[in-house]
């Protein structure tokens, strides 16, 4: 984002519209990076097509001026995602940042999900990490996602590096944690790189 900025400023850009495609960084929400790109070219509407959590990163295209209107187009493509899923550990958080609730020997060899509450769909306005901050777990109805791949790309037990390209609405994190469950041993996601959003990718 700041070679964006210094970019913009020495070409002194006005009002622009279409798409931008930042590669989000870790520490950094999605809803940071629209916050920062209106500071940078003193624009309001701006919006991004796809939340990435703070510990992910990758491809994040954003809708500027008159592409704003392709936001709910561009949020509803395919995406594709590499993630390093830590076998023999499950977390309240179906990643490596939440806190441990169980750990398990990873005696594996190489041989409908529901939405997790540590994420930011909304439940009565409210989103639900929020009610998981505040201690509290409500039902949430499965959600019907679409995998069109799911590759190994690496394994050195207990971590497995995967490519898994996907419908809307996926969480990587509950995918890594049911694979966890299926084979035994608990699972978290480690690691999260989107690699593609639509037709936008990292190159």
């Known amino acids: 984002l700041l070679k964006l900025k210094n970019s913009l400023q020495r070409s002194k850009d006005k009002i622009m519209d279409g798409i931008l495609v930042i590669r989000k960084e870790k520490g950094y929400t999605s809803h940071d990076v629209v916050a920062k790109l209106r500071g940078i070219l003193h624009m309001k509407k701006i919006g991004h097509t796809g939340t990435l959590d703070p510990a ?23 995406k594709t995602y590499e993630a390093v899923l830590r076998l023999g550990v499950s977390t309240d958080t179906q990643d490596m940042t939440g806190a441990v609730l169980s750990e398990k020997p990873v005696t594996v060899t190489e041989e409908q999900q529901v939405p997790p509450m540590y994420s930011a769909l909304k439940v009565n306005g409210k989103k639900l990490y929020e009610l998981a901050r ?33 419908s809307k609405g996926t969480y990587i994190r509950t995918l890594c944690n049911d694979i966890g469950e299926k084979l035994g041993c608990g699972g978290a996601m480690e690691e999260l790189l989107r690699t593609r959003s639509g037709n936008f990718t990292l190159e």
Do not use: Q
Request: proline share 7%.
């Open 56 to 78: 992910a990163e990758g491809v994040l295209p954003v809708a500027l001026g008159k592409g704003t209107r392709l936001v709910e187009l561009l949020t509803e493509k395919e």
């Open 134 to 166: 505040e201690g509290k777990t409500i039902e949430r109805k499965p959600r019907p996602v679409v995998f069109y791949e799911i590759r190994i790309l690496d394994m050195e037990l207990p971590l497995v590096r995967i490519s898994v390209t996907c």
